[in-house]
């Protein structure tokens, strides 16, 4: 009887003991989970707002910055000429930041105009003169009109929300170190559409339909719609084919 009695006091010991033990550790891990739910929640970043959902997805890096150019076939009047040849190198920039200062600015420039719907506000950016913008092959002297012309409505929003499509892409650098070196966009301008990584294809589709995708496919080259800008910042040209 004895013996029972010392067991079942030492039964209440432990049992004191390990609830005390509780008592002192629920606070401690009480603010463990406080504080780790605060680093989940109170650490989110706000989001960097519109100019961050247009910029688009970063096409994931393929190794070099550089692609072979698609030779076109009849480049129309204001676009870059090149040699017929794949071992030409073209610079693609996915890094807009990069940018020459004019370059980024006429792309700021051309981005806030076609936003606002309006697509006379297009005007001051053609460059009115004789090295106004060209477009397609008109040879007026109202690019704007020209634009509108193209467009499926007819306030030439269609085409302003073109302009926002292709401006959201990455852009290539063609003639590098020559009088005719121009910026364009997008860069499928200056990559055969056969090495087009998947990331890229959908990038692509973005921009075309899937059929649109299959006719330049045939001919290995892109041939819709593109904007050209001068080192200076200068709107070269608008234009679209091979």
Not at 131 to 139: A, K, P, R, S
Request: hydrophobic share 40%; charged share 15%.
């Amino acid at each position: 009887m004895h013996i029972m009695t010392n067991f079942n006091g030492l039964r209440l010991a432990l049992a004191a003991t390990c609830f005390c033990g509780l008592q002192v550790m629920a606070p401690a891990s009480a603010l463990a989970l406080s504080t780790t739910a605060q680093g989940e929640t109170g650490g989110s970043k706000p989001s960097s707002g519109v100019m961050q959902a247009f910029e688009g997805p970063q096409v994931p890096a393929t190794g070099s910055a550089q692609a072979p150019v698609a030779a076109p076939a009849a480049p129309a009047a204001g676009q870059p000429t090149a040699a017929a040849t794949d071992t030409i190198q073209a610079d693609i920039i996915r890094d807009m930041t990069t940018l020459p200062e004019p370059v980024k600015k006429m792309r700021a420039a051309l981005i806030e105009a076609a936003a606002s719907g309006d697509i006379e506000r297009l005007k001051p950016l053609t460059n009115p003169g004789p090295n106004q913008t060209q477009v397609m092959d008109y040879q007026g002297d109202d690019p704007v009109g020209a634009l509108k012309n193209f467009s499926g409505d007819p306030d030439g929003q269609e085409i302003l929300a073109i302009v926002m499509d292709l401006l959201s892409a990455s852009a290539v650098r063609l003639e590098a170190g020559q009088p005719e070196e121009v910026y364009v966009w997008p860069y499928f301008a200056g990559k055969s559409i056969s090495a087009l990584t998947p990331p890229e294809r959908v990038e692509l589709l973005r921009i075309v339909t899937a059929g649109d995708m299959i006719g330049m496919e045939e001919n290995d080259a892109y041939n819709f719609y593109r904007i050209g800008l001068s080192p200076d910042g200068q709107w070269k040209f608008f234009t679209g084919g091979d």
